[in-house]
T-cell receptor
C-alpha cells in the first residue's frame, strides 16, 4: 500500500512568517509530486508541482524535493491570512493511469 | 477550472435508494477519476476511467459503480446508498501540464444519506 504522510496539524503562523509544510512518501519509484490548496467547502486547487530534486520557486511558494530521503515540502514565505487553508500533498503512482495518492492534509492558519 | 462540472452539487437521500452523480468535462480528456473526501481520511480514489467504456477500481470501490459511455461524461452510481457513503465527492481529470500528467478537480458534490 503506497502511503503519503503529512505532519499532523493544525499549523498556526503569524502573518508575514514562513510556513513550512512537510510530506513523506513510501514509493521510492515515485517521480512526480504535487501540492494542492483547499479552502473550506471548495475543491482542491493545484499550486505547485515538482519532479526534480532541489527547489522550485513560484512567487511566495517554494517546493523542495529530496528523492533520496523520500521527502517533499512546501514553504510559504510572507504568509498571508488568505493562505489559511488545508494543504494536500500528492504523489503520482509509478504504474499507469496517472493515479495520485494523497496525504490527509494539514490545515494552516495564518494569524493577522 | 479545466471545464469540469458536477451535478448535482448537493443531494440528500435516504438509505437504500439509488443515487447517480454526474461529472462532465468539455476538453476531451482521456482520464477521469472519482474521489470521496472524509474528515481524517483525506481524498480517496473510488474508480477511474482511461477511456470510453474503460474503467477500473480504486482504493474504496465497494458499493460504487461507474460508467463512461461518452468521453465527456463519467457517472458514479451508488446502487443502494448507505449512511457510510455520506461524503463529499470530487471528480477530476488528468491533463498534461509542464510535461507530466496533472489532475484538476471539479467543484464537488455533497451527498448526505439519512
Amino acid at each position: 500500500q503506497k502511503e503519503v504522510e503529512q505532519n499532523s496539524g493544525p499549523l498556526s503562523v503569524p502573518e508575514g512568517a514562513i510556513a513550512s509544510l512537510n510530506c513523506t512518501y513510501s514509493d521510492r519509484g515515485s517521480q512526480s509530486f504535487f501540492w494542492y490548496r483547499q479552502y473550506s467547502g471548495k475543491s482542491p486547487e493545484l499550486i505547485m508541482s515538482i519532479y526534480s530534486n532541489g527547489d522550485k520557486e513560484d512567487g511566495r511558494f517554494t517546493a523542495q524535493l529530496n528523492k533520496a530521503s523520500q521527502y517533499v515540502s512546501l514553504l510559504i514565505r510572507d504568509s498571508q491570512p488568505s493562505d489559511s487553508a488545508t494543504y494536500l500533498c500528492a504523489v503520482i503512482d509509478t504504474g499507469a493511469n496517472s493515479k495520485l495518492t494523497f496525504g490527509k492534509g494539514i490545515t494552516l492558519s495564518v494569524r493577522p | 477550472d479545466a471545464g469540469i462540472t458536477q451535478s448535482p452539487r448537493h443531494k440528500v437521500t435516504e438509505t437504500g435508494t439509488p443515487v447517480t452523480l454526474r461529472c462532465h468535462q468539455t476538453e476531451n480528456h482521456r482520464y477521469m477519476y472519482w474521489y470521496r473526501q472524509d474528515p481524517g481520511h483525506g481524498l480517496r480514489l473510488i474508480h477511474y476511467s482511461y477511456g470510453v467504456k474503460d474503467t477500473d477500481k480504486g482504493e474504496v470501490s465497494d458499493g460504487y459503480s461507474v460508467s463512461r459511455s461518452k468521453t465527456e461524461d463519467f457517472l458514479l452510481t451508488l446502487e443502494s446508498a448507505t449512511s457510510s457513503q455520506t461524503s463529499v465527492y470530487f471528480c477530476a481529470i488528468s491533463a498534461l501540464a509542464g510535461g507530466t500528467d496533472t489532475q484538476y478537480f471539479g467543484p464537488g458534490t455533497r451527498l448526505t444519506v439519512l
